[in-house]
């Protein structure tokens, strides 16, 4: 008899379980979905951020078309927001400021000078690779002093990838300064050390943007 008892009681509990399912499957999701959720400091937070946004963006604008006495002081400036990959936001400053660095040919040190070299290549102007012979010495060879400053000789390498057929005096930049870049590579201190690894890797003109600003945002 019991066991009738049960054997009626499972059909009766299944029909009630697929109703209830039943009802469950004609459940049609609100038209405005969560956004109602969401609590107002998480709204106030979006809006902060987005003006933090804006403002970082004209303080970099103000940067890139401030007057300096120097105009090529402004390249690295610019070299700093390409690597960073948010030189789209800033197209028209970036190119009238080395419109003035072009026109421009200040006496300026190694790092600059190379920095200077491959922005306006890369730009597509037309600048000569001669600029690098006053770093020569009267052997016609790069001065070995030139090997104390390890920035700027990172510089001149990769300034060195921009050379066009011919260009000896960047065929001969690549190799002096590859030749000493490898040797420094594990006695600099980071984060130099760790660009000239990246650079000796995969020079910037090998390179993608945005493998080139993960890096260059950690160092």
Known sequence: MSSQV??????????????????LAD?????????FLSPPSEMDMYARTQQEYQELKQQVRRMLVKHMNKPSQKVHIVDAVQRLGVA??????????????YQTDDDDDLCTTAVRFRLLR?????????????????NGKFKESLTSDMKGMLELYE???????????????????????????TTD????STQIAIALNRPLRKSLPRLVARSYISI
């Open 6 to 23: 049960s054997a009626n009681l499972v059909p009766s509990q299944a029909v009630n379980m697929s109703k209830e399912n039943r009802h």
């Open 27 to 35: 459940y049609i999701p609100n038209f405005w979905g969560e956004i």
């Open 88 to 101: 789209y936001h800033f197209g028209n400053e970036i190119e009238d400021a080395l419109q003035i660095i």
């Open 122 to 138: 890369e730009h597509g102007f037309d600048v000569h690779c001669d600029t690098f012979n006053k770093f020569k010495g009267e």
């Open 159 to 185: 300034a060195a990838h921009c050379q066009l057929h011919g260009e000896n005096v960047l065929e001969e930049a690549l190799s002096f300064t590859t030749f000493h870049l490898k040797l420094a590579e």
């Open 189 to 192: 201190d980071y984060p130099l």
